[in-house]
């Protein structure tokens, strides 16, 4: 679907945050707002616990304001033109985010189209390794029921209507 994530009322929605967990711009910047300061508590307290986020991982907070009931944030590659694992690592994002979700049994997960905005990753190969990973994930695990993408610009937005 086309949109933005933070009107989602899903178990979970996925965030594309930083390693630091210390908030930013694009949907992280509209998640944080929209789920008010207890989420950048909860991501001091994950940095306290562990340090962050390492590329490629995830972990999971409550939802604060949104009407999801969770975020996952997850971190996705910087694009570098493709020389440094950047296509695993952002796959790496997807399972890893899924994995969270099928511990916690939710039925239903909300993904943005990660790395493909300030981190440069080139918006056709992320969406084919995206659609890939959940379609991967899906076949091998009873949860979660289902995966939303939420695409924010027209360009996702048709990558994913010719793909799905
Ligand atoms: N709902 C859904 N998708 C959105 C929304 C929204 N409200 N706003 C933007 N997008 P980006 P990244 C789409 O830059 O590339 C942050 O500063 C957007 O069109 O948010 O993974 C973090 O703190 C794009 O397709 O994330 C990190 O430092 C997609 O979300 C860094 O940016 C991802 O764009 C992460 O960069």
């Known amino acids: ?23 930013g711009g694009g949907v992280d910047g509209a998640i ?35 009407p999801a009931k969770a975020v996952i ?25 899924l994995a969270l979700a099928c511990d916690k049994r939710m039925q239903l997960v909300a993904f943005p189209n990660i790395s493909t905005g300030v981190y440069g990753f080139p918006k056709e190969l992320a969406a084919d390794i995206a659609i890939a990973a959940v379609g991967e994930f899906l076949a091998r695990h009873s949860w979660p029921k289902r995966v939303i993408f939420v695409c924010f ?7 994913y209507q010719a793909r799905l």
């Open 1 to 23: 679907m086309t949109g933005d994530i933070t009107g989602l009322a899903a178990d979970a929605i996925v965030n594309a945050a930083n390693s630091a967990l210390m908030g």
């Open 73 to 97: 944030h997850t971190v996705g590659p910087v694009w570098h033109g493709g020389g440094r694992n950047e296509p695993e690592l952002l796959r790496q994002a997807y399972l890893s985010s």
């Open 32 to 66: 944080h707002r929209a789920a008010g300061p207890a989420l950048a508590l909860a991501c001091a307290e994950i940095r306290r616990r562990q340090g962050g986020c390492p590329v490629g991982s995830a972990v999971l907070t409550d939802g604060g304001n949104l």
């Open 153 to 159: 610009d027209r360009e996702n937005a048709l990558l």
